[in-house]
């Protein structure tokens, strides 16, 4: 059974730092992994999605690698603002279209 | 529309109540998710359909729980006899169904509260 874990589960910086958040998932055969951010009482707003034969994929101050052998993703976001304060989750899709998500970082972005 | 859109975003009833959950997904996707999120978990996986088909349902808890999608558009989530367990956000995503590439969009969620 897939499992996804995201560390850290909360993650606190003041404006301007470039921060890493990880992503490690038990099972590597899977088709893509996909990165979401979701506001308070919001749904899922979809960031970045990388294919099972990517490396990396970049949107903006956004970048997320995937290192499927070793079942380790990890989203980088650069000079941080407060408007990226929310929770940041991943997920994979391992050939039957659902999702496993992992339980998410909480990052709150300091003025 | 331009998103997925769910209807009620709120939705409060009494133990034992029946309630029906809606989905519109965007335009022109074919497939179709229902997935349930608890309070600081990430979302879990219930139901996902293919057409108007479910082609894979063994995230529904129970019984309880029916989803149907009959014109492969709308979709609507279905639980009998609600439990206070059953308080949560159920969250519709829909996608173009493209192995490898199966980018998910979800929409805002129905918050579900079972007094």
């Known amino acids: 059974k897939q499992e996804v874990t995201q560390i850290p589960a909360a993650l606190s910086v003041p404006e301007g730092e470039n921060l890493v958040l990880n992503c490690s998932f038990t099972?590597?055969?899977?088709?893509?992994l996909q990165w979401f951010r979701q506001d308070p009482g919001k749904g899922l707003t979809s960031l970045l999605l990388i294919q099972s034969s990517q490396r990396e994929q970049t949107s903006g101050r956004l970048n997320a690698s995937l290192d499927k052998s070793s079942g380790r993703s990890t989203l980088y976001i650069a000079a941080s603002q407060p408007g990226d304060s929310a929770t940041y989750l991943c997920?994979?899709?391992?050939?039957?279209?659902?999702?496993?998500f992992g339980s998410g970082t909480r990052l709150q972005v300091q003025p | 529309g331009a998103g997925v859109s769910q209807t009620p975003s709120n939705k409060v009833t009494e133990k034992g109540k029946y309630v029906e959950l809606r989905c519109d997904p965007i335009s022109g996707h074919t497939a179709l998710y229902w997935y349930r999120q608890s309070l600081g978990q990430g979302p879990e996986f219930l139901i996902y359909f293919q057409g108007t088909g479910a082609a894979d349902d063994s995230g529904l808890p129970n019984d309880r729980f029916f989803a149907v999608r009959p014109e492969g558009s709308v979709s609507t989530l279905k639980i009998q006899r609600t439990e206070r367990g059953d308080s949560a956000v159920y969250l519709c995503?829909?996608?173009?169904?493209?192995?490898?590439?199966?980018?998910?969009?979800f929409g805002p969620g129905t918050r579900l509260t079972v007094l």
């Open positions: 997920a994979v899709e391992t050939g039957r279209r659902a999702l496993t």
């Open positions: 995503a829909s996608s173009s169904d493209r192995l490898g590439n199966n980018e998910q969009f």
């Open positions: 099972d590597s055969a899977i088709y893509n």
